[in-house]
């Protein structure tokens, strides 16, 4: 288990608690799973590396997002940052969601492998969110695809 002192010492500011709720996504990450009934999915791959994050949502008729899943290919840096990701969609309308999805993607710049990771996590929200909309004006797809974009030649991940 990495400690508070641990986060610390690698510059980053956190507490007790927050140590511990970090170690929690990242031994133990939640929402890893297809959900079996959903109304949106959306993909997001990276062409560099073939990282891809499939994202599932249950809207309820409130507009709030009722359940989520998500499964993937790539670095563990993924998986941790998901479990964060979907756990801070839950229970919010799918506009709170976007607002905050598209911010967070705003002040992205995919500097490295692990960077880009993460961006496919939200760029896999997007998606679904897209998804979500053309089911709504009855567009039959399974899926919204985007791929996010890079300035990296081909490479291994390096992260996680």
Same mark, same amino acid.
């Given at each position: 288990?990495?400690?508070? %002192?641990?986060?610390? %010492? ?11 709720? *970090? ?16 109304? %949106? ?40 940052? %998901? ?10 309308? *799918? ?5 905050? @999805? ?15 990771? @993460? @961006? ?41």
């Amino acid at each position: 288990m990495v400690e508070e %002192a641990d986060f610390k %010492a690698h510059g980053y500011d956190v507490t007790s608690e927050q140590a511990k709720a *970090l170690n929690d996504h990242y031994h133990d990450p939640k929402n890893r799973w297809a959900l079996k009934e959903y109304n %949106a999915r959306g993909i997001g791959r990276n062409p560099d590396n073939y990282g891809q994050v499939d994202m599932y949502l249950l809207v309820n008729e409130s507009g709030e997002i009722e359940n989520v899943g998500y499964e993937f290919n790539g670095c563990p840096t993924i998986s941790f940052s %998901a479990s964060i990701f979907t756990e801070d969609i839950k229970g919010i309308t *799918l506009k709170e969601a976007f607002d905050m @999805t598209k911010s967070s993607y705003d002040e992205v710049e995919a500097k490295d492998n692990c960077e880009e990771c @993460t @961006t496919m996590i939200l760029v896999a929200f997007l998606a679904a969110y897209e998804n979500y909309h053309n089911r709504q004006k009855s567009v039959e797809e399974e899926f919204t695809l985007k791929m996010i974009e890079t300035n990296l030649q081909f490479t291994q991940q390096t992260c996680g």
